[in-house]
Every structure is written in structure tokens, then in C-alpha cells.
């Protein structure tokens, strides 16, 4: 075994001891020869947060179409999307998984489903930004092949046809899955950009390599009556005829799902992921979380794309989360600090089907872990309180499998201020 390392004096949860990168002890530690202490005095440890949906190149495009709804917002920026290089996406996927760590994310799922010029590279680009900052990646490879021409939303020149799909998928898992540091999740955009036959054939894939399944669903009404015209069917009826309603799946956002669908759901162990920020920044309603959780679908939290939620880190997320369930209930108790902390770690790793290893600070459980600095709130009563409500913050450590990724404030795998000014750079070139 190798040396222990021991986070000694938080505030809440107590002490943490982390040995090959397992967490062997948690509260009052006691003193081992040859221990390495790292003072945590009235700091406040979580379990790593889990980002369940992300869109990481929408880092090249903030602040756009601000005030349309998610259809327009969509028309307007597809052509831009269109014109990304694989260097702008490994630009924008560097700041955006920096900035995920620096906010307390130790896993991070990206759903990329645009292939500018048919260069599916841009995965490849996408991983190597992950190994740089040194987080977990849920690479979702992404995809849409329906476009304005065969009923879709997007314009034609950003879809893909069914084979170069199925074709790529299956490179980037065989170099990338090693369901660790990066698991490959197969992922159809959404029921406005894909085909029946894409939804059923990522299906058959996925399952036949053991992977995850993710797509965008009920989000909005224009997509429920998308759905409903197209289909005949409302969108989760339509995602159940096509085999995608199993415990391996989880859907980003699902808002407009009515209490049959939450049951049908709950009893298969479909997840959803929260994000509450975009959904109030497109106006595109309010997910029913303590619905969803207490039918049994498995919620964690997202901070979807930059271009629908420009704050791009992880932990805003979690107050916004305890916010919009007050909001909906109208009632200040129905959504406590430690239910939105449930969401951006266990609920989250349910999601990414981690939660054997991750999302906890039990014992046995992997020791990715983020310290949070407790300097301001040492006078509240409830730490946890404390940290949830505000204000924002971004984490003095951060641990991955039990290795540092932040130390001290500063991310340690990349210089994130240069990858910023290199990211703003290729984003005036691409307005301009």
C-alpha cells in the first residue's frame, strides 16, 4: 500500500484518509507513521460533483440569441456550430472541463453531437483535453442525421448519415472506452434531429458493447408537439417504441413528462439530468425533481451548454437546483441544501451508472473528493447550508481517484488563464 494521505481538520465531513486511491477512513483519523497531512482547518469535503449533461464546444459561442426560445436559439447558432474546427473544439472543451474542476466536478459528461466536415476527431480532441485537466470523462458521441430537408430541425450541412455514424461510434469506443478515466456513451441529439432508424440502431450498439445510452428529451413544448405531428406519439412514448427505456439510459432535462410517464420511468431506472440555469435561461419550464426521484428515476445535475448557461461551472447549479424546487412547490421546505448535494453527487454517478464507486464518501469508495474553502461561512450554524446557498465558490482541492487535479486553488494539469485568452481569440475569429 501506498503512503496514506489524510485530509485532517474539516469541518464537515471530519477527516479523510485516502489510500491507492480508496477512501479507507472518514471522521476522527488517527495519526499513522508516515502519513501525509494536508490541513483542511474548517474546510468543508464533498464527494466530487458529477456534471451529468454538458455541451463543451458551446464554449466558442456565449451570449448569442439571448432572448429566443430553444428552437431559435438552435436555428440561429447551428451555422455557427457548422464552422467549428477540431482546434476550436479542443480550445473550448480545455476551458470548459478546466472550469468544471475548478468548480468541484471530478466526472464530466459532454454530449457532442455536431461533426463539422465529417472529422470525428474532434472526440479524440475532446479526450485529450480530459487527460489534461485530469477529470473523468463520459464522452457522449453524439449525433444527428435528420436535417431540414427530411422534416429535421438542423440545417443539412451539420448532420451525418447512419453509417459514417455507426462507423465512428464504433472507433471511438474501441480507442477510447476503458470505463474508468473514459466511458464512451452512445448518443442520438434529440427526437428533432434524428431518425427512427439511428435511435434504434445506437441502441442495438450501445448494448451490445455494454455502454450507456443519453439523449436530450422533453425539454420543451415545441418538441412534445414535434413529436406528437411526426409520431403520433408524445416524446416518452416514442423513446419506449424505439428500446430506449431501460436503466442503462438517462435523458437531459426531461421536463414535460406527464405522472404516468414519471411512473414508467421510475419503474425501468431511466435518469434524468437536471440543469436548471439553461432551462430558466431559454424559459423552457421547470423539471419535477421530487416527482422524478420519488417515482425512482435517478437525477443528477447539468450544466448543459455555455451558450444557454454562461457560467459554465458546476456548483451555481446546485443552489439553482434547490431554487426552482422551491419555486415549483411553494414551499420553502419541499428542497433542502443536502437534496441538491444528493443531486450533484450520488443522483449524478446513478446517472452515469457509477454510483458502485463513486458519488459517496463511504468507505471503499473511490477518493475523488473536493475541498471546499470554509473561511466565510465558519459562523453557519449548517455547513452544508453554508456551502450550498452561497456564495458561489471554487474548490481549494480536488481529487481524483485520490490524485490532485487542484491544489491550492490552481488547476495543476493546464494554465486555464492561457487556454481563456486562447479560446476568446478563436471566438472573435469565428463571430467575425
Known amino acids: ?80 456550430w457548422g464552422r467549428l474546427s477540431v482546434d476550436d473544439v479542443a480550445a473550448a472543451a480545455l476551458v470548459g472541463l478546466g472550469e468544471l474542476a475548478a468548480t468541484g466536478c471530478t466526472s464530466a459528461s459532454d454530449h457532442h453531437y455536431l461533426v463539422p466536415h465529417g472529422d470525428d476527431a474532434v472526440f479524440d480532441a475532446i479526450v485529450d483535453a480530459a487527460a489534461a485537466v485530469g477529470i473523468r470523462l463520459h464522452l457522449s458521441r453524439g449525433s444527428m442525421d435528420l436535417g ?44 428533432f434531429s434524428v431518425s427512427s432508424e439511428l435511435m434504434e440502431a445506437s441502441a442495438a450498439l450501445a448494448r451490445q458493447h455494454g455502454l450507456r445510452l443519453h439523449t436530450h428529451l422533453c425539454e420543451t413544448i415545441d418538441e412534445q408537439e414535434h413529436c406528437l405531428e411526426r409520431f403520433g406519439r408524445r416524446p416518452v412514448e416514442q423513446l419506449d417504441d424505439w428500446g430506449w427505456v431501460g436503466d442503462d439510459v438517462w435523458l437531459a432535462h426531461g421536463i414535460w413528462i406527464n405522472d404516468e410517464e414519471i411512473v414508467r420511468l421510475g419503474s425501468a431506472g431511466v435518469g434524468v439530468a437536471h440543469c436548471p440555469s439553461s432551462n430558466a435561461r431559454l424559459a423552457a419550464g421547470t423539471c419535477r425533481v421530487t416527482d422524478l426521484e420519488a417515482a425512482g428515476v435517478p437525477v443528477g445535475l447539468g450544466v448543459d451548454g455555455v451558450a444557454s448557461n454562461e457560467v459554465g461551472g458546476l456548483f451555481p447549479e446546485l443552489r439553482q437546483s434547490l431554487y426552482a424546487a422551491r419555486l415549483r412547490a411553494m414551499d420553502p421546505s419541499a428542497f433542502m441544501p443536502a437534496d441538491a448535494l444528493r443531486l450533484g453527487t450520488t443522483g449524478g454517478a446513478k446517472c452515469l451508472g457509477v454510483a458502485d464507486r463513486l458519488g459517496s464518501l463511504e468507505v471503499g469508495m473511490t477518493a475523488d473528493l473536493a475541498v471546499w474553502p470554509g473561511d466565510d461561512i465558519a459562523d453557519v450554524v449548517d455547513p452544508l447550508a453554508g456551502l450550498v446557498l452561497g456564495p458561489d465558490r471554487r474548490v481549494r482541492h480536488l481529487y481524483v481517484g485520490g490524485n490532485p487535479v487542484v491544489q491550492d486553488g490552481e488547476l495543476l494539469g493546464c494554465d486555464l488563464s492561457a487556454a481563456h485568452a486562447e479560446l476568446a481569440s478563436r471566438a472573435r475569429r469565428l463571430w467575425n
Open 1 to 80: 500500500m501506498s503512503a496514506r494521505t489524510v485530509l485532517r481538520g474539516a469541518r464537515w465531513p471530519g477527516d479523510i484518509a485516502i489510500a491507492d486511491g480508496i477512501i479507507t477512513a472518514t471522521g476522527t483519523v488517527e495519526a499513522q507513521p508516515g502519513d501525509v497531512v494536508v490541513n483542511v482547518d474548517g474546510d468543508i469535503i464533498t464527494a466530487g460533483l458529477a456534471n451529468t449533461h454538458h455541451h463543451l464546444y458551446q464554449w466558442m459561442t456565449r451570449g448569442r440569441a439571448v432572448g429566443c426560445d430553444l428552437f431559435g436559439w438552435l436555428v440561429e447558432l447551428y451555422p455557427v
Open 148 to 191: 431540414e430537408s427530411q422534416g429535421g430541425l438542423p440545417p443539412d450541412h451539420v448532420v451525418e448519415d447512419l453509417d459514417s455514424i455507426m462507423a465512428s461510434t464504433e472507433r471511438v469506443i474501441a480507442q477510447h472506452h476503458d470505463g474508468d478515466m473514459v466511458h464512451v456513451v452512445v448518443a442520438p441529439c434529440s427526437p
